[in-house]
């Protein structure tokens, strides 16, 4: 996915990640252990019921909040995955909100987020949505 322009049009840059890249972001990533330390990132992996990859979430912990990511497999889009990532994701916040960062062009990004409670908090390009802390 890290590849596709289609899935990452959105992320950084907007350009297809380098093999390399990728491999030293997702082995930092799966090797962090201690997810309450500022600046830790973590990957899920999710997978639907045939256990077949179908997307990503990312978790980075920030000073009040965690800062939430995720891909979607294109041959995935419109099926509710980003959202079980998402609120599978808020078992690993330690009641934290979350928050994210979406361009306005993005509408189906904003959606799901919207979908999964988040609001809006700053109407800039990219808009920065939250999530109520979990009780």
Same mark, same amino acid.
């Given at each position: 996915?890290?590849?596709?322009?289609?899935?990452?049009?959105?992320?950084?840059?907007?350009?297809?990640?380098?093999?390399?890249?990728?491999?030293?972001?997702?082995?930092?990533?799966?090797?962090?252990?201690?997810?309450?330390?500022?600046?830790?990132?973590r990957w899920?992996?999710?997978?639907?019921?045939?256990?077949?990859?179908?997307?990503?979430?990312?978790?980075?912990?920030?000073?009040?909040?965690?800062?939430?990511?995720?891909?979607?497999?294109?041959?995935?889009?419109?099926?509710?995955?980003?959202?079980?990532?998402? *609120?599978?994701?808020?078992?690993?916040? $330690? /009641?934290? &909100? #979350?928050?994210? @960062?979406?361009?306005?062009?993005?509408?189906?990004?904003?959606?799901?987020?919207?979908? *999964?409670?988040f609001t809006?908090?700053? $109407? /800039?390009? &990219? #808009?920065?949505? @939250?999530?109520?802390?979990?009780?």
């Amino acid at each position: 996915m890290a590849s596709n322009p289609d899935v990452v049009r959105w992320v950084g840059d907007g350009k297809p990640w380098s093999r390399e890249y990728f491999d030293s972001r997702f082995s930092r990533a799966l090797s962090a252990r201690d997810a309450r330390t500022p600046d830790v990132q973590r990957w899920f992996i999710g997978t639907n019921e045939d256990r077949h990859p179908v997307g990503l979430l990312s978790l980075i912990r920030r000073s009040d909040h965690f800062e939430v990511g995720y891909w979607v497999h294109p041959a995935q889009w419109g099926r509710g995955y980003a959202g079980e990532l998402i *609120a599978l994701a808020q078992d690993h916040t $330690d /009641g934290l &909100p #979350m928050a994210a @960062r979406v361009h306005r062009a993005n509408s189906a990004s904003r959606r799901v987020l919207e979908r *999964a409670g988040f609001t809006l908090v700053d $109407d /800039g390009d &990219p #808009m920065t949505f @939250r999530s109520p802390p979990r009780q």
